[in-house]
Protein backbone atom coordinates (compact mmCIF):
# COMPACT_ATOMS: atom_id res chain seq x y z
CA UNK A 1 0.00 0.00 0.00
CA UNK A 2 1.50 3.14 -0.88
CA UNK A 3 2.12 5.51 1.84
CA UNK A 4 0.23 8.42 2.01
CA UNK A 5 2.26 10.71 5.09
CA UNK A 6 5.59 11.54 5.22
CA UNK A 7 6.72 12.72 8.55
CA UNK A 8 9.49 15.30 9.17
CA UNK A 9 11.26 15.28 12.67
CA UNK A 10 13.69 18.59 12.78
CA UNK A 11 15.48 21.02 15.19
CA UNK A 12 16.72 24.13 14.37
CA UNK A 13 20.10 23.77 15.12
CA UNK A 14 20.97 21.42 12.65
CA UNK A 15 22.06 22.99 9.17
CA UNK A 16 21.32 19.27 7.89
CA UNK A 17 17.52 19.42 9.33
CA UNK A 18 17.45 23.06 7.07
CA UNK A 19 19.00 21.20 4.26
CA UNK A 20 16.12 18.25 3.71
CA UNK A 21 13.63 20.75 4.76
CA UNK A 22 14.96 22.61 1.19
CA UNK A 23 13.72 19.49 -0.47
CA UNK A 24 10.99 18.03 1.31
CA UNK A 25 7.96 19.94 -0.09
CA UNK A 26 8.90 19.30 -3.59
CA UNK A 27 9.09 15.21 -2.90
CA UNK A 28 6.09 15.51 -1.33
CA UNK A 29 4.47 16.99 -3.67
CA UNK A 30 5.92 14.74 -6.51
CA UNK A 31 4.41 11.76 -4.57
CA UNK A 32 1.25 13.32 -3.38
CA UNK A 33 2.38 12.46 0.19
CA UNK A 34 0.94 14.57 3.00
CA UNK A 35 3.65 16.12 5.11
CA UNK A 36 3.72 16.45 8.75
CA UNK A 37 6.23 18.36 10.43
CA UNK A 38 7.40 17.34 13.94
CA UNK A 39 9.46 19.90 16.22
CA UNK A 40 11.60 18.12 18.60
CA UNK A 41 14.26 18.83 20.95
CA UNK A 42 17.67 17.35 19.67
CA UNK A 43 19.31 17.49 22.55
CA UNK A 44 16.81 15.29 24.30
CA UNK A 45 17.21 12.99 21.59
CA UNK A 46 21.01 13.05 22.47
CA UNK A 47 20.53 12.35 25.98
CA UNK A 48 17.85 9.41 25.30
CA UNK A 49 20.17 7.70 22.99
CA UNK A 50 23.28 8.42 24.82
CA UNK A 51 25.23 10.69 21.90
CA UNK A 52 26.99 13.42 22.12
CA UNK A 53 25.92 16.19 19.36
CA UNK A 54 28.08 17.35 16.14
CA UNK A 55 29.16 20.55 17.84
CA UNK A 56 30.55 18.27 20.97
CA UNK A 57 33.19 16.67 18.88
CA UNK A 58 36.14 19.34 17.98
CA UNK A 59 37.01 17.57 15.05
CA UNK A 60 33.27 17.01 13.98
CA UNK A 61 32.69 20.66 14.56
CA UNK A 62 34.94 21.83 12.48
CA UNK A 63 34.20 18.69 9.75
CA UNK A 64 30.79 19.76 9.80
CA UNK A 65 31.06 23.76 8.84
CA UNK A 66 33.24 22.99 6.13
CA UNK A 67 30.61 20.18 4.93
CA UNK A 68 28.05 22.77 5.11
CA UNK A 69 29.60 25.69 2.98
CA UNK A 70 30.49 22.78 -0.16
CA UNK A 71 26.96 21.70 0.43
CA UNK A 72 25.96 25.00 0.11
CA UNK A 73 28.21 26.29 -3.30
CA UNK A 74 27.29 22.94 -4.41
CA UNK A 75 23.37 23.49 -4.59
CA UNK A 76 23.80 27.12 -5.06
CA UNK A 77 21.75 28.55 -2.36
CA UNK A 78 23.54 31.18 0.43
CA UNK A 79 24.42 29.53 3.43
CA UNK A 80 25.24 32.27 6.38
CA UNK A 81 24.50 30.09 9.45
CA UNK A 82 22.53 31.60 13.08
CA UNK A 83 24.50 34.58 15.04
CA UNK A 84 24.90 32.52 17.73
CA UNK A 85 24.79 28.29 17.82
CA UNK A 86 24.58 26.47 19.92
CA UNK A 87 21.21 28.23 21.24
CA UNK A 88 18.27 27.94 23.17
CA UNK A 89 15.91 25.90 19.87
CA UNK A 90 13.04 25.91 22.60
CA UNK A 91 11.49 29.25 21.33
CA UNK A 92 11.98 28.61 17.76
CA UNK A 93 10.43 25.18 17.94
CA UNK A 94 7.58 25.78 20.30
CA UNK A 95 6.32 28.44 18.11
CA UNK A 96 6.53 25.62 15.10
CA UNK A 97 3.62 23.45 16.23
CA UNK A 98 0.89 23.13 14.50
CA UNK A 99 -0.72 24.08 17.79
CA UNK A 100 0.68 27.02 18.05
CA UNK A 101 0.93 28.38 14.42
CA UNK A 102 -2.02 26.19 12.77
CA UNK A 103 -2.23 26.29 9.38
CA UNK A 104 0.78 28.54 9.23
CA UNK A 105 3.04 25.92 10.80
CA UNK A 106 4.80 25.46 6.91
CA UNK A 107 5.59 28.82 6.61
CA UNK A 108 6.68 29.36 10.21
CA UNK A 109 9.14 26.37 9.70
CA UNK A 110 10.20 27.61 6.33
CA UNK A 111 10.72 31.73 7.62
CA UNK A 112 12.54 30.69 10.69
CA UNK A 113 14.71 27.99 8.63
CA UNK A 114 15.47 30.63 6.04
CA UNK A 115 16.77 33.54 8.33
CA UNK A 116 18.78 31.19 10.50
CA UNK A 117 20.68 29.23 8.17
CA UNK A 118 20.76 31.92 5.04
CA UNK A 119 20.41 35.31 6.89
CA UNK A 120 22.61 34.59 10.25
CA UNK A 121 19.54 35.56 12.31
CA UNK A 122 19.46 34.81 15.63
CA UNK A 123 17.04 32.16 16.48
CA UNK A 124 17.52 31.56 19.88
CA UNK A 125 15.73 35.12 20.75
CA UNK A 126 12.02 35.11 21.10
CA UNK A 127 11.90 39.10 19.92
CA UNK A 128 13.99 38.26 17.50
CA UNK A 129 11.52 35.31 15.57
CA UNK A 130 8.24 37.23 16.38
CA UNK A 131 9.78 40.27 13.91
CA UNK A 132 11.19 37.51 12.04
CA UNK A 133 7.78 36.26 10.99
CA UNK A 134 6.00 39.40 10.83
CA UNK A 135 8.70 40.72 7.86
CA UNK A 136 7.43 37.30 6.16
CA UNK A 137 3.83 38.60 6.78
CA UNK A 138 3.09 35.53 8.91
CA UNK A 139 0.25 36.32 11.62
CA UNK A 140 2.46 36.55 14.87
CA UNK A 141 0.08 38.53 17.06
CA UNK A 142 -0.17 36.51 20.07
CA UNK A 143 2.49 33.91 19.55
CA UNK A 144 4.77 34.82 22.12
CA UNK A 145 2.88 34.61 25.29
CA UNK A 146 1.02 31.58 23.70
CA UNK A 147 4.19 29.94 23.76
CA UNK A 148 4.73 30.37 27.72
CA UNK A 149 1.38 28.06 27.82
CA UNK A 150 2.50 24.81 30.23
CA UNK A 151 -0.01 23.25 27.23
CA UNK A 152 2.29 24.66 24.74
CA UNK A 153 5.43 23.25 26.52
CA UNK A 154 3.90 19.75 26.98
CA UNK A 155 3.34 19.79 23.53
CA UNK A 156 7.23 20.59 22.29
CA UNK A 157 8.00 17.17 24.98
CA UNK A 158 4.85 15.32 23.98
CA UNK A 159 6.89 15.25 19.90
CA UNK A 160 10.23 14.64 21.16
CA UNK A 161 8.57 11.57 23.32
CA UNK A 162 6.88 10.56 20.24
CA UNK A 163 9.45 10.50 18.10
CA UNK A 164 11.64 8.96 20.72
CA UNK A 165 8.99 5.88 21.02
CA UNK A 166 9.50 5.96 16.91
CA UNK A 167 12.84 4.69 16.95
CA UNK A 168 13.90 8.79 15.88
CA UNK A 169 17.63 9.00 17.10
CA UNK A 170 18.76 12.21 15.22
CA UNK A 171 17.84 14.68 13.19
CA UNK A 172 16.70 15.45 10.51
CA UNK A 173 14.30 12.04 10.69
CA UNK A 174 11.91 11.28 7.73
CA UNK A 175 9.23 8.62 8.20
CA UNK A 176 7.56 7.09 5.32
CA UNK A 177 4.94 4.25 6.12
CA UNK A 178 6.96 2.09 8.93
CA UNK A 179 10.19 3.14 7.38
CA UNK A 180 12.75 5.50 9.17
CA UNK A 181 14.84 7.68 7.17
CA UNK A 182 18.11 10.10 8.86
CA UNK A 183 20.03 12.27 7.46
CA UNK A 184 19.78 15.16 4.50
CA UNK A 185 21.18 12.04 1.94
CA UNK A 186 18.33 9.91 2.40
CA UNK A 187 16.23 11.14 -0.60
CA UNK A 188 17.37 9.27 -3.83
CA UNK A 189 16.72 6.02 -0.57
CA UNK A 190 13.10 7.58 -0.32
CA UNK A 191 11.95 7.73 -3.22
CA UNK A 192 13.21 3.71 -3.99
CA UNK A 193 10.62 3.09 -1.38
CA UNK A 194 8.21 5.44 -3.16
CA UNK A 195 9.03 3.76 -6.71
CA UNK A 196 8.43 0.04 -5.16
CA UNK A 197 12.19 -0.69 -5.84
CA UNK A 198 13.39 -0.98 -2.26
CA UNK A 199 16.01 -3.66 -2.07
CA UNK A 200 15.28 -3.86 1.21
CA UNK A 201 11.15 -5.33 0.43
CA UNK A 202 11.22 -9.12 0.84
CA UNK A 203 13.20 -11.92 0.80
CA UNK A 204 16.42 -9.53 -0.07
CA UNK A 205 15.89 -7.99 3.35
CA UNK A 206 18.90 -8.81 5.81
CA UNK A 207 18.75 -7.96 9.00
CA UNK A 208 21.78 -7.04 11.57
CA UNK A 209 19.16 -7.36 14.47
CA UNK A 210 19.40 -11.18 14.57
CA UNK A 211 23.18 -11.52 14.44
CA UNK A 212 25.10 -11.64 17.77
CA UNK A 213 27.38 -8.73 18.76
CA UNK A 214 30.63 -9.78 19.59
CA UNK A 215 31.86 -6.98 21.73
CA UNK A 216 30.07 -4.37 23.18
CA UNK A 217 31.89 -0.49 24.19
CA UNK A 218 30.95 -0.35 27.64
CA UNK A 219 31.52 -4.21 28.76
CA UNK A 220 34.73 -3.55 27.14
CA UNK A 221 35.44 -0.17 29.33
CA UNK A 222 35.00 -2.32 32.43
CA UNK A 223 36.81 -5.33 31.79
CA UNK A 224 39.70 -3.44 30.88
CA UNK A 225 39.40 -1.43 34.04
CA UNK A 226 39.46 -4.47 35.98
CA UNK A 227 41.93 -5.72 34.43
CA UNK A 228 44.28 -2.64 35.24
CA UNK A 229 43.29 -2.68 38.87
Known sequence: ??????????????????????????????????????????????????????????????WVSRYCQRYASLHGFEYNPPKFHPFNPLPALRLSLIEVCGEQQLAVIQRLFEAGWTQGEDLGDIDNLIAILERADVKAVGLKKKIEDPGIKDALIAETSNAIAHGVFGVPTMIVGDQLFWGNDQFEHIELLLDGKDPLDGENTHSLKSRPRMIDRKKYTKLKKAENT
Open 1 to 62: MKPGTLDFYFDYLSPFAFFAWRDIGELCQRYDLKLRPHPVVFGKLLDHWGQLGPAEIAPKRD
